[in-house]
């Protein structure tokens, strides 16, 4: 009977000392996450942006923006514009320069993005065009270009009989 009491207390043992070792590792890899989050926040940024005019610095590539999302380009070559992407920029007065000004020198909103939607990720930028106006354009990169999804005024309402 001793034994058996004896091999009880050794297992139960064991299996505490298990538990404890997996929550401090656990712990431990939590703490380690923290810091480097913390460590990403406290890290100064640059100010990449003309304060007088609130373009890019010409000689900063955009890649190099602090609030860009790994794995979205820019740069590039071919702007596809759906139906309803050109019917909103008709009801808003927005033409395809402005847009491709808003791609190259806009400001990543990551909480209207979704860079981790299937099948094609969305990426929301915001800035001002040429007349003045906040906008934010919701892009999405294909193998073919960059798509432009929809065009967003976001001080005016228009009026607009888009589908």
């Known amino acids: ?3 058996q009491k004896g091999t009880w207390v050794i297992l139960l043992a064991a299996f505490i000392s ?10 431990r890899r ?3 996450k923290e810091k480097a989050r913390q460590e990403q926040r406290d890290r100064p940024t640059e100010n990449r942006r003309d304060n007088d005019t609130g373009r890019r610095d010409p000689s900063r590539p955009p890649s190099d923006e602090p609030t860009r999302i790994e794995g ?11 139906k309803h992407a050109r019917c909103r920029m008709g ?8 847009v491709r000004d808003i791609l190259l020198n806009g400001r990543i909103n990551q909480r209207k993005s979704e860079p981790a939607a299937r099948p094609d990720p969305k990426y929301a930028l915001e800035g001002k065009t040429k007349d003045g106006q906040e906008v934010r354009i919701i892009f999405a990169p294909s193998d073919r270009g960059m798509v432009v999804i929809t065009v967003i005024d976001l001080d005016t309402e228009w009026p607009c009989d888009c589908k």
């Open 18 to 27: 298990s538990m404890v070792a997996i929550f401090v590792s656990n712990h």
């Open 91 to 98: 009801c808003r007065h927005i033409d395809e320069a402005e």
């Open 30 to 32: 939590q703490e380690k």
């Open 72 to 82: 979205f380009n820019r740069r590039t070559e071919k702007l596809i514009f759906t």
């Open 1 to 3: 009977m001793k034994s």
